[in-house]
């Protein structure tokens, strides 16, 4: 079975503090995504990367970077944390590029006071 | 702009009934449809993945069809339980990049 974790469940921070949220895989997954997830909105898509230290613009990624240099491990930075970032951080990972399933972990309630 | 679209948004069911979710999308031009399934407050669980070739996808009492030329997939949930009970999500996957664009999802409440 594929598994997706993520550093912490729950997350509290305040504004203007670096974040960091980690996210590791342990099937060598070529691709891993960040999503952030609000109610009324969705699911968005903030970066994703397709290797090793290659990386992409989602829909959303103003306020937001990220790392990866290792295959398994794909961070998520929010340099200066502002409240309007307080969400749900969802990490994916999938085996290639396209028509491949997206899997999932637990998610990372952030809270920016 | 690809648009997906989950109704209804909600739906409360005696268990036991056997009940249709349904998706439409707005670009015939995909990849992939996902169906998945999330608990509240935790992550994506992946239900079923249709190629774009194929028509429809079994797993257990789930089957999901699709339909490219109309813009729309169904979830059929046969013989429903309480453990059904969550919001379900579609999300097609664009031919020309690696993106998901997801549904607002249809949260589902079967009741004992």
């Known amino acids: 079975d594929v598994k997706v974790t993520q550093s912490s469940r729950y997350l509290v921070k305040r504004t203007g503090e670096k974040v960091f949220l980690e996210c590791v895989q342990d099937?060598?997954?070529?691709?891993m995504f960040w999503y952030r997830q609000d109610p009324g909105l969705g699911l968005r898509l903030i970066y994703f990367?397709?290797?090793?230290?290659?990386?992409e613009k989602g829909d959303i990624p103003e306020g937001y970077s990220v790392s990866r240099e290792k295959k398994e491990r794909f961070s998520l930075i929010l340099e200066s944390a502002s409240t309007n970032q307080t969400s749900m951080y969802l990490c994916?990972?999938?085996?290639?590029?396209?028509?491949?399933?997206?899997?999932f972990g637990p998610g990372t309630r952030l809270t920016v006071t | 702009k690809q648009e997906v679209t989950q109704i209804p948004a909600a739906l409360s069911v005696p268990e036991g009934e056997n009940l249709v979710l349904n998706c439409s999308f707005t670009d015939s031009a995909i990849y992939n449809l996902q169906w998945f399934r999330q608990d509240p407050g935790k992550g994506l669980t992946s239900l079923l993945l249709i190629q774009s070739s194929q028509r429809e996808q079994t797993s257990g009492r789930l089957n999901a069809s699709l339909d490219k030329s109309s813009g729309r997939s169904t979830l059929y949930i046969a013989a429903s339980q309480p453990g059904d009970s969550a919001t379900y999500l579609c999300a097609v996957e664009l031919d020309s990049s690696y993106k998901l664009i997801f549904g607002s999802g249809t949260r589902l409440l079967v009741r004992p």
């Open positions: 990367s397709y290797d090793v230290k290659m990386k």
């Open positions: 994916a990972s999938s085996l290639q590029a396209l028509s491949y399933e997206q899997y």
């Open positions: 099937m060598d997954h070529e691709n």
